[in-house]
C-alpha cells in the first residue's frame, strides 16, 4: 500500500468514529496509541497517514503545536470527500461504501 490508499483506510475510520461514535465532550479524541491498537500499524506508517490528511485539510489536529499525535475531528472538506464515492475514489484511489465498509488492518505489505 502506498500512503494515499493507507490515508484513504485511516479517514474511513476517522468518520465512522467521528459519524458514530460517542463525541461525550462534543469533539473526538483519536490519540496515536489508540490507532497503533486499531490499525496494528507502525507509528511511522500512522504518522505518514495522518500527515497526508492534515494537509489535505481532511482532519482536525493540534494546530498550535503542529503536533500528529491527536485527530481532534473531521473538517467540512474531509466529510465532504468521504461522502461523495466519485470524490472520495478520485482522492485515494479506491472505492468505498459506507453502509459495509471494513479493513484487515493485519494485512502485511510485500
Known amino acids: 500500500m502506498g500512503i494515499q490508499k493507507d490515508a484513504g483506510e485511516l479517514l474511513v475510520h476517522v468518520y465512522n468514529q467521528y459519524a458514530h461514535g460517542d463525541l461525550g465532550n462534543g469533539f473526538m479524541l483519536l490519540n496515536i496509541e489508540d490507532l497503533v491498537t486499531i490499525t496494528k500499524w507502525d507509528r511511522s506508517k500512522l504518522y505518514r497517514a495522518i500527515a497526508y490528511l492534515d494537509d489535505m485539510k481532511f482532519i482536525k489536529t493540534d494546530p498550535e503545536n503542529h503536533q500528529l499525535d491527536i485527530i481532534y475531528g473531521m473538517t467540512p472538506d474531509g466529510i465532504n470527500t468521504i461522502e461523495n ?26
Request: aromatic share 20%; hydrophobic share 40%.
Open 85 to 110: 464515492k466519485e470524490k472520495f475514489e478520485k482522492s485515494f484511489g479506491f472505492r468505498i461504501n459506507l453502509g459495509i465498509v471494513g479493513f484487515n488492518w493485519n494485512v502485511k505489505e510485500k
